[in-house]
T-cell receptor, first 114, second 116 residues
Framework: DQQVKQNSPSLSVQEGRISILNCDYT??????FLWYKKYPAEGPTFLIS?????DKNEDGRFTVFLNKSAKHLSLHIVPSQPGDSAVYFC?????????????FGKGTKLTVNP | GAVVSQHPSRVICKSGTSVKIECRSL??????MFWYRQFPKQSLMLMAT?????????EQGVEKDKFLINHASLTLSTLTVTSAHPEDSSFYIC????????????FGPGTRLLVL
């Protein structure tokens, strides 16, 4: 049973527009959520995170929204740039300590067209 | 941000041999390290969690005698794939978290293993 789901395997947007990547989770014990960006043959790079006590966290062009009642989070990238083209993984953890394992979604491949 | 390195980045070996992959946290002490495996078009699957100085905790379905993990110091963890077979061919990624790393896991660049 997949606890973290990214239902869109791919997303294509035009440069300058907004990219919205979605993630749903089923485990109510998850308390901390992260987004990672991954290029082929490289390790994931941390992008942004959010604790369950917040509903929004913003860092530059990246904003993560959390709807705890719906067990849904989304990553907004605006404006999208061609360099943002990568696979984006949503991950969840029971706490923020860093010592608990992350549960990953299957990823969404974002393509930003010039 | 915190830096995690992996060595080697790519390795090709014959079936039946053992391969060791190193994961190092370069600028922080990693109290916890994780080993993941990624198959094409699939998510990262956690293999095991290791804390410095103690035995690794393996996820269900991961053979601990086949995937030996050693976290001997606060900056180094090793994954040894013993008696490798072609089905072990994959992309192996480590991550680390620790005191200076904060709550975020930082990932290594990954190691591509090809078993012939």
């Amino acid at each position: 049973d997949q606890q973290v789901k990214q239902n869109s395997p791919s997303l294509s947007v035009q440069e300058g527009r907004i990219s919205i990547l979605n993630c749903d989770y089923t485990n109510s014990m998850f308390d901390y959520f992260l987004w990672y960006k991954k290029y082929p043959a490289e390790g994931p790079t941390f992008l942004i995170s959010i604790s369950s006590i917040k509903d929004k966290n913003e860092d530059g062009r990246f904003t993560v929204f959390l709807n705890k009642s719906a067990k849904h989070l989304s990553l907004h990238i605006v404006p999208s740039q061609p360099g943002d083209s990568a696979v984006y993984f949503c991950a969840a953890s029971p706490d923020q300590s860093g010592s608990e394992k992350l549960v990953f979604g299957k990823g969404t491949k974002l393509t930003v067209n010039p | 941000g915190a830096v995690v390195s992996q060595h080697p980045s790519r390795v090709i070996c014959k079936s039946g041999t053992s391969v060791k992959i190193e994961c190092r946290s370069l600028d922080f002490q990693a109290t916890t390290m994780f080993w993941y495996r990624q198959f094409p078009k699939q998510s990262l699957m956690l293999m095991a969690t290791s804390n410095e100085g103690s035995k690794a905790t393996y996820e269900q379905g991961v053979e601990k005698d086949k995937f030996l993990i050693n976290h001997a110091s606060l900056t180094l963890s090793t994954l040894t794939v013993t008696s490798a077979h072609p089905e072990d061919s994959s992309f192996y990624i480590c991550s680390a978290s620790g005191r200076a790393g904060g709550e975020t896991q930082y990932f290594g660049p990954g190691t591509r293993l090809l078993v012939l």
